[in-house]
């Protein structure tokens, strides 16, 4: 089946550092991805559409300075938190749809980011 | 904006028991799907729900979707261990293509 692969799986970083998450479709080609933040014990919350070549789609309420997002190729997608902070402390977790939508979207295995 | 709502956050049952959870829109979704995140884990896919009053099953479990296209439900029948986890249900309106998610239910299973 299809795969995404996201990493590292987790972080530690200092505050003001900024950290890179990656994100790869394995076997399949990804023009979209999604990138998403959760809270423990919490839904996941939509930050960005990433699309391939062009600017990402920030929903409301996100930082897009704070949070860059790259899609250079039809396979990779990264997000970097730029100037972390304590309160950026979560998971983060890309997916994409690697067919029609009844097949669902393939989540990649998360990253825990913990600022110190 | 769209909304998915999930109540209640969690449940514990007994295993053996059966299990019902619902989940309902305030706006009309031209498909839902459920997927399942175990403890520690990622969410993976379980099933997409198209039709009006479509009803699918997976081995002990069963999915429908409302004549109304704004609810749907997951059913497991005879709770194992193998079921804990937090099931999310989420939707697509026709308006966008963006997926919204609910809360999710977090189940637990008592041996």
């Known amino acids: 089946g299809a795969v995404v692969s996201q990493h590292p799986s987790w972080v530690i970083c200092k505050s003001g550092t900024s950290v890179k998450i990656e994100c790869r479709s394995l076997?399949?080609?990804?023009?979209?991805m999604f990138w998403y933040r959760q809270f423990p014990k919490q839904s996941l919350m939509l930050m960005a559409t990433?699309?391939?070549?062009?600017?990402?789609?920030?929903e409301q309420g996100v930082e897009k300075d704070k949070f860059l997002i790259n899609h250079a190729s039809l396979t990779l997608s990264t997000l970097t938190v730029t100037s972390a902070h304590p309160e950026d402390s979560s998971f983060y977790i890309c997916?994409?749809?690697?067919?029609?939508?009844?097949?669902?979207?393939?989540f990649g295995s998360g990253t825990r980011l913990t600022v110190v | 904006g769209q909304q998915v709502m999930q109540i209640p956050q969690y449940q514990h049952v007994q295993e053996g028991e059966d299990f019902t959870t619902y989940c309902n829109s305030s706006?009309?979704?031209?498909?839902i799907q459920w997927y399942k995140q175990r403890p520690g884990g990622h969410p993976v896919f379980l099933i997409q729900?198209?039709?009006?009053?479509e009803v699918k099953k997976q081995k002990r479990l069963t999915f429908q979707f409302g004549e109304a296209k704004k609810n749907s439900s997951l059913h497991i029948t005879a709770t194992q261990t193998t079921d804990v986890g937090t099931y999310f249900c989420?939707?697509?309106?026709?308006?966008?293509?963006?997926?919204?998610f609910g809360k999710g239910i977090t189940l637990s299973v008592r041996p």
């Open positions: 729900l198209v039709k009006s009053g």
């Open positions: 990433s699309n391939e070549g062009s600017k990402a789609t920030y």
């Open positions: 997916s994409a749809a690697p067919g029609p939508t009844n097949y669902g979207y393939t």
């Open positions: 076997d399949f080609q990804a023009t979209t």
């Open positions: 706006t009309t979704l031209s498909n």
């Open positions: 989420a939707g697509f309106t026709g308006a966008n293509s963006k997926l919204t």
